[in-house]
T-cell receptor, first 115, second 113 residues
Framework: GAGVSQSPSNKVTEKGKDVELRCDPI?????LYWYRQSLGQGLEFLIY????????KSGLPSDRFSAERTGGSVSTLTIQRTQQEDSAVYLC?????????????FGQGTRLTVV | AQSVTQLDSQVPVFEEAPVELRCNYS??????LFWYVQYPNQGLQLLLK??????LVESINGFEAEFNKSQTSFHLRKPSVHISDTAEYFC???????????FGAGTRLFVKA
């Protein structure tokens, strides 16, 4: 696609429910990132996928968080048993491995509200 | 391991005043440096980048950043800010293709009339 697409744009869920957030990266981009941006906070790195390599999960805050990337393209971030502190904007970004530019292109984010 | 430090979480400034947003990085290898901007209620977008060559890079809206290898810095400057520059600014560092880009925590620039 023309840009990184995230869905849904907004999600309200009840505490304790599971949620899935989707990211469609730019076609051909091998790198995909998930970040979390809480109100008034900066970017919190969650997970990084690069091609067929094992993902860098070092930023996942707890085992309630997981992510997968199918076929090297679409990625899903799953949050199980959501808590109110999970409320944030979840951002996805992708970049190409080709060359040195490695500019990251960001989606518009999914605003998650846990009530 | 690489890291990025943005020394100021918030920078309030009056319109038409100069501003500097500070960014320092640590890396044992050569890096590429980026500034991203996030306007209110919008996604992040690239503002400018340093890859090689001239250490001074500029954006289309009057911002500039200078790569200083000896001080491991990539500070962002603008000689005269506008209300529309109010946004959050993120510094980032990368080793290049195949390696994770590391982002700083961000600096919120608030331009007052």
């Amino acid at each position: 696609g023309a840009g990184v697409s995230q869905s849904p744009s907004n999600k309200v869920t009840e505490k304790g429910k599971d949620v899935e957030l989707r990211c469609d990266p730019i076609s051909g981009h091998t790198a995909l990132y998930w970040y979390r941006q809480s109100l008034g906070q900066g970017l919190e790195f969650l997970i990084y996928f690069q091609g067929n390599s094992a993902p860098d999960k070092s930023g996942l805050p707890s085992d309630r968080f997981s992510a997968e990337r199918t076929g090297g393209s679409v990625s899903t971030l799953t949050i199980q048993r959501t808590q109110q502190e999970d409320s944030a904007v979840y951002l996805c970004a992708s970049s190409t491995r080709q060359g040195v530019s490695t500019e990251a292109f960001f989606g518009q984010g999914t605003r998650l509200t846990v009530v | 391991a690489q890291s990025v430090t943005q020394l100021d979480s918030q920078v309030p400034v009056f319109e038409e005043a100069p501003v500097e947003l500070r960014c320092n990085y640590s890396s044992s290898v050569s890096v590429y440096l980026f500034w991203y901007v996030q306007y209110p209620n919008q996604g992040l977008q690239l503002l400018l980048k340093y890859l090689s060559g001239s250490t001074l890079v500029e954006s289309i809206n009057g911002f500039e950043a200078e790569f200083n290898k000896s001080q491991t810095s990539f500070h962002l400057r603008k000689p005269s800010v506008h209300i529309s520059d109010t946004a959050e600014y993120f510094c980032a560092v990368s080793r290049g293709g195949g390696f994770k880009t590391i982002f700083g925590a961000g600096t919120r620039l608030f331009v007052k009339a």
